[in-house]
Structures are given as structure tokens and as C-alpha cells.
């Protein structure tokens, strides 16, 4: 899942208070189980701003409205006429919606009201965890499933370095060693000989480095394309 953490009030304040009508726009996946950006959210933003403009004098109408996810349109083309009857949309989705409702709402800003943080998981309720850096070429099968990208320090693709102690990173004693955690883990499943082989140098071309990325799922497009065809030539009959 996507983790991030709502910015502070006072920086979403600074962003909106020059707008007249300003809506938040809350998701309800992601975000929400972090408890950064669902509906819950999207109305306690809403209300502080309202209690803020009320205190500062400034003349704003606040609202807010949710939906299941900011990524795939249909989920927001219900509301899409309503969002463009504002003045302003403040997102608390991840940077993924704010960038995707912004490509196609129009002439209406789209503000982020959280901080994307990560990928992550969820090892104990209230705790969010990074493990998956996204970089596009998963390597996970060579480390034992844990992710040298994301979760060490220093990104080391051959580990670990001069600086672990006792399964410790050296940048702080309650940060783990990814690289101790490989070797343990590899050892537990009798495939420890595996970081023995030599591996050619890594390609970050696949990661952002090379440029935004982007893939195509070409079936999906043929069938969404034909189905387009077969609903036209059924509406010319």
C-alpha cells in the first residue's frame, strides 16, 4: 500500500486561504487505512478550515467529498462536475491522484493535502513499514524476499557493509540491517550459496532514474478497444 501523513495544518492553510471555494477531496484506499487521506480525514481537514477562515476573517466555503480511489478515473467521474464547481481541490490522496485528477479536471487546481511517504506494509496495527522502493526490476528472488533497495541505508546491492553491529545499521541502533536480515533469511532457506554468484552490475534504467514510467497491459487494451467497437457499430445499426 501506499503510506503517506497529512501535511500540517498551517501549510495547508498557507495553500488554500487565497481561494474563495475550496473542497477536499478525500480517498478511501490507500491513505485511508493509514489514516492519512480517507473520508473521516477529508471532513476533520474540511472542519479545521472552516474554524480557521472563521477565526482569520476570510470569506471561504469549505466542503469535502470522498471516493473508493483518485488513481482510476472511474472511480471520480461521478463527482468530476462537482469538484469543477470549486474554486479549488485539496487531495488528500497519495501524489498519484493529485497528479492524475489534475491531468483531467481542467482548469482547477489540485492541491496535496498529505506527504506521500511509501510503499509499505502493515507489521503491527498504527505502525507503517517501508519495503518496496518500486524500482521496477524486483530482484527479491536473489535476496531472500527482502527488498535491498528499499530497506537498506545505503541502497547496497552487495552487503553488507563495514558499518552493521549485530544486525544493526550503523546510522541508528533501532534500524535493521537489510543486508544481516538477507543473509539470515537465506541461510533459513538452505539458499545462502546464491550470494556467492557473480551478478552483473544493476540497471537503474527501469527505475526513476530513466524517466516517469509506465506500463501497458496490451491484452486489457485490445479488449477495452474491441468492446468499444462492437458498443459503436451497435449504436449505428
Known amino acids: 500500500m501506499i503510506v503517506g501523513s497529512q501535511k500540517p495544518i498551517d501549510e495547508i492553510w498557507d495553500m488554500v486561504k487565497e481561494f474563495k471555494r475550496v473542497i477536499v477531496f ?15 480525514e477529508a471532513e476533520t481537514i474540511a472542519s479545521m478550515l472552516k474554524m480557521r477562515s472563521s477565526n482569520e476573517g476570510v470569506d471561504m466555503d ?62 503491527e496495527a498504527g505502525v507503517f513499514e517501508e519495503l518496496c522502493a518500486g524500482c521496477g526490476d524486483c530482484i527479491l528472488h536473489m535476496t531472500g524476499g527482502i527488498c535491498p533497495v528499499a530497506r537498506c541505508s545505503k541502497t547496497l546491492m552487495n552487503g553488507p557493509c563495514g558499518g552493521t553491529n549485530e544486525g544493526k545499521c550503523e546510522i541508528g541502533k533501532d534500524v535493521d540491517c537489510a543486508w544481516y536480515l ?54 449505428s445499426k
Not at 478525500?26 to 473521516?40: E, P, R, Y
Not at 473508493?68 to 501524489?95: K, N, Q, W
Request: proline share 5%.
Open 26 to 40: 478525500g480517498c478511501n484506499t490507500c491513505v485511508a487505512i493509514c489514516h492519512a487521506g480517507g473520508s473521516k
Open 62 to 123: 469549505v466542503s469535502s467529498t470522498s471516493v473508493m480511489r483518485h488513481c482510476e478515473p472511474e472511480y471520480f467521474d461521478e463527482v468530476i462536475d462537482e469538484l469543477r464547481s470549486y474554486d479549488l481541490v485539496l487531495s488528500t490522496a497519495c501524489g498519484v491522484g493529485v497528479n492524475f485528477l489534475s491531468e483531467r479536471i481542467g482548469n482547477i487546481p489540485v492541491y496535496p493535502g498529505i506527504n506521500t511517504s511509501f510503499f509499505g506494509a502493515v507489521p
Open 182 to 235: 538477507i543473509v539470515q533469511r537465506m541461510k533459513d532457506l538452505g539458499t545462502i550459496e546464491k550470494l556467492s554468484e557473480v551478478i552483473p552490475p544493476r540497471s537503474w534504467s527501469t527505475s526513476r532514474d530513466g524517466g516517469p514510467r509506465r506500463v501497458s497491459v496490451e491484452h486489457i487494451r485490445e479488449y477495452e478497444e474491441s468492446a468499444e467497437q462492437k458498443t459503436e457499430a451497435g449504436g
